[in-house]
């Protein structure tokens, strides 16, 4: 079977109706729809993964209007291209305005963006962008803040098995002389497959069609061993550089803080496979430290030797030992005691005056060091039972604050009764 042109170029909506998905903005009474209807457009920027619809929504809109369209892809286009837009402002061409659909927004330097904030200002130009990346950290904040930012999700699969019967309609229609075959079962299959990608999903569809021959009735019967040869891999939403990254590792931590170990081990295994060893190997002693931390502080030497035994493996084999210190980490009594406790005296230093150290326990070990006053009435802790003296240890200012607050768990809880005991004996 053969294609004049892609599949997903020949499927893409021409109306918000037969747009797969994103139904928290699009749909009756949803705001993309309102916008759309009022033919009031706004400087808007769309956000989300690939595949999901972004730049078929932006079509749609800018066709609605009557202004002068024009679309860029800011990885190859340049500041001489803004120019050449604005250059025809005020024309013949251009008396209704400018929409510009500037395409991968993030690849803009702040000098390109900043060139289009005089128009978007004044309305000359209206600016629909859209990025794959979170456009908070990569959008130059004076745009941003004339712009609405629209949030595209990931395409559930039934959104996408949705587009696909779509794409079988047109192209049973384009080859009406063959008897097209292909079972929900294989649809659901490439949907399951695509992670939320309705373009690959097409794609794959396309490349298995090409690549199947018609059977001895003359029909094109696509299978799921057709489909899982186009595949050959599932893909993976993953961006080491890129809003995915973080999300991924902050599920990672939070699922190990949460001791939700199934969580856990899966979010570890989308970084495993995105081939993140230093990611993982990093968050992994920071957990250690930051969420089991003194409820069992011999975590930490244990998590370190896994660490180093994946780092000395690689990857497939360090998939085992991350896997162990994943699970010990989830499975183990928590406290952010420690975590808590410097982040407490940090603040401090920046934003309270605390004085300085107490002469008695200043370095004494130099020559006039007594003459100053220094480390003079310091008492040797090892000298008394228990190794144990009052003496004022913090600043004057501060010398009542408290900084450490033991967790509710049975080795801090055994650690403040000890220390009671020994302290109000």
Known sequence: MKFDKPLADRIRPESLDDVAGQSHIIGKNKILNKILESKEIPNMIFFGPPGVGKTTVANIIAKATDKKFYK????????????????????????????????EIQNFNKKQQQSLLEYTENGKITLIASTTENPYFYVYNALLSRSAVFEFKMLEVTDIVKGLRRAL???????????????????????????????????????????????????????????????????????????????????????????????????????????????????????????????????????????????QLGFPEARIPLAEAVILLATSPKSNSAYMAIDAAMSDLDSADVGDIPANLKDGHYAGAKKLGRSQGYIYPHGYPNSYAPQQYLPDKIKNKKYYVPGINKNEQVSREYWEKIKNG
């Open 169 to 311: 309609e047109i192209i049973r229609k384009d080859h009406s002389g063959t008897e097209v075959i292909c079972e929900d079962d294989v649809l659901e299959y490439i949907a399951e497959c695509s992670t939320g990608d309705l373009r690959r999903a097409i794609n794959v569809l396309q490349l298995s069609m090409v690549t199947t021959n018609l059977d001895s009735l003359g029909r094109l019967v696509i299978t799921i061993d057709a489909v899982k040869e186009c595949f050959q891999n599932k893909a993976l939403n993953y961006d080491k550089m890129g809003d995915n990254h973080y999300d991924i590792l902050s599920a990672f931590q939070k699922s190990i803080r949460g001791s939700d170990a199934d969580a856990a081990v899966h979010y570890l295994a989308r970084l495993v496979k995105a081939g993140d060893l230093l990611s993982i190997c990093r968050r992994l002693m920071v957990i250690a430290a930051e969420d089991v931390g003194l409820a069992y502080p011999q975590a930490v030497s244990i998590v370190k030797s896994c660490v180093d035994c994946a780092l």
């Open 72 to 103: 860029l892809n800011a990885t190859n286009a340049s500041i001489s291209d803004i120019k050449s837009i604005i250059g025809n402002l005020d024309s013949l061409l251009t008396l209704n305005g400018v929409l510009l659909y500037l395409d």
